[in-house]
């Protein structure tokens, strides 16, 4: 049987924005599997690469190699971390140093994080929805909003996300998503100006029985429509992320301030 490189899993766990294990703990890991652990192993990551990979099973994967304590990098520290220590979750490495009270979080937390999303296919792409933490939170308290990755199909039912359109909802933009998603605004969410080099833009337009999302980098444009099904779903991960940025609010409250905000967003502009 294929033997697996150390490097080869660092890099499809790099391209879905998953941290990596240390490599020592990952070819003492590999070195350890007999036949069926390696064809496990080759199955997670094949589910990995396209983008339909099982929480719990990535969870115990990560938490199983982190546990490994290299002999020849004990008390260096510096590829291996405590056996202790908090899974990492999706776009770590994207993410500027972390605060005092941001980086204490615990495991249970960001566990909870990365659980919280949703996978939607289409013929021609696919995208995944889920919870995540700003980028550019410089903030004490931690700050929460929605994460859309689209990557398009290379075969049915295959997707290509190593070529994947990442779009993050900014701390003022989240509050328009759950306006669009409610129905409490009659044109389509546009918003432009994302990425280093502000060549990133979503827009979702509400065509009656489904969603439709076109996602924009550069010259690049990825399209789907998203069923009621999943529309729901998305719509419970951003309530939840603004409801956990105002935990004083309790549901009825937030829905009613997201009503009135679509109101405002709805209400053509005097141009007296």
């Known amino acids: 049987m294929q033997q697996i490189s150390a490097r080869w899993v660092r890099q499809v766990l790099a391209d879905r924005g998953i941290t990596a294990p240390g490599l020592h703990q990952l070819e003492w890991y590999i070195a350890d599997l007999d036949g069926n652990g390696v064809e496990a192993l080759q199955k997670l990551l094949r589910s990995i690469q396209i983008g339909v990979e099982s929480t719990l099973d990535l969870q115990a994967f990560l938490e199983r190699v982190h546990a490994i304590v290299v002999p020849e990098q004990a008390g260096k520290g510096a590829e291996t971390p405590s056996a202790a220590a908090p899974l990492p979750f999706a776009r770590d490495r994207a993410k500027p140093a972390k605060t005092a009270q941001s980086a204490s979080r615990p495991p249970v937390e960001r566990l909870w994080v990365r659980d919280h999303g949703v996978h939607i296919y289409g ?133 009613e301030m997201v009503k009135r905000t679509g109101q405002i967003v709805a209400t053509p502009r005097n141009e007296a």
């Open 123 to 255: 013929g021609k792409a696919a995208m995944k929805v889920e919870l995540d933490t700003l980028r550019s939170d410089v903030e004490e308290a931690v700050r929460y909003t929605v994460q859309v990755e689209m990557a398009g199909a290379t075969a049915p039912r295959t997707y290509d996300w190593t070529k994947k359109i990442a779009f993050q909802f900014t701390r003022r933009e989240l509050p328009l998503l759950a306006v669009r998603l409610l129905g409490y605004s009659a044109g389509p969410l546009r918003l432009t100006n994302h990425g280093p080099d502000h060549d990133k833009q979503i827009e979702i337009r509400d065509q009656g029985d489904s969603m439709f999302v076109v996602m924009k980098q550069g010259a690049r444009t990825l399209a789907l429509p998203v069923e009621p099904a999943d529309v729901y779903q998305w719509l419970a991960i951003a309530l939840v992320a603004l409801q956990k940025n105002h935990p004083e609010l309790d549901g009825t409250l937030l829905l």
